[in-house]
């Protein structure tokens, strides 16, 4: 069974960089998949933010990619988000999951979440 | 404002049946890409409920139904449970972006 968590700070300043990283059990990243990040603001609606193929190919939300990296560490088994000069617009809940099949890919299974608060 | 739009709110009693509608455009359902359907219970993380327009992953009981047309796709609950109480996004891809998008999502409630 595929699993997958969250970790990283749950505060950071405004203007500097939100990393997190999502580590994956019970699958091998390097078999294959998309693996992808997307965010919840408090009360609000999800946003896709991007994602990476095993390979290291990314696509990222064109609203966000002048200040997103997703990269892939297949040897720890895990993907990584950074987002740069970040404000309080991204404050919210980061979610990491597993992309499937053709576009649409559709994630599943998702992580629990983490919360990302951005204050000085 | 989402590229793909959903009614906000939505309310049924137990055991009647409800719908929530999914509507793009040409770049995204009009063109032809699928749309999946997600659930989020209070607190908790998305789960996928329908994906292909029209298919049900392991687990998910038949009284949950998605349906696709033109440029919309709806998701049917029929035999409301108090436990269907939740926020339910669709997803889709949009060649103009050239990634996903999600609808803004809607909340159930079970009266």
């Given at each position: 069974q595929v699993q997958l968590q969250e970790s990283g700070p749950g505060l950071v300043e405004p203007s500097e960089t939100l990393s997190l990283t999502c580590a994956v059990s019970g699958y091998s990243i390097s078999s294959g998949y998309y693996w992808g990040w997307t965010r919840q603001p408090p009360g609000k609606g999800l946003e896709w933010i991007g994602s990476i193929h095993q390979s290291g190919s990314t696509y990222y939300n064109p609203s966000l990619k002048s200040r997103v990296t997703i990269s892939v560490d297949t040897s720890k088994n895990q993907f990584s988000l950074k987002l740069s000069s970040v404000t309080a617009a991204d404050t919210a809940v980061y979610y990491c999951a597993r992309s499937v099949g053709g576009e649409p890919k559709r994630f599943?299974?998702?992580?629990q979440g983490t919360l990302v608060t951005v204050s000085s | 404002q989402s590229v793909l739009t959903q009614p906000p709110s939505v309310s049924g009693a137990p055991g009647q049946r409800v719908t929530i509608s999914c509507t793009g455009s040409s770049s995204n359902i009009g063109a032809g890409y699928d749309v999946h359907w997600y659930q989020q219970l209070p607190g908790t993380a998305p789960k996928l409920l329908?994906?292909?327009?029209s298919n049900r992953p392991s687990?998910?009981?038949?009284?949950f139904s998605g349906s696709k047309s033109g440029t919309s796709a709806s998701l049917a609950i029929t035999g409301l449970q108090a436990e269907d109480e939740a926020d339910y996004y669709c997803q889709s891809y949009d060649s103009s972006l050239s990634g996903s998008v999600f609808g803004g999502g809607t909340r159930l409630t079970v009266l």
């Open positions: 599943d299974p998702w992580g | 329908i994906y292909g327009n687990g998910v009981p038949d009284r």
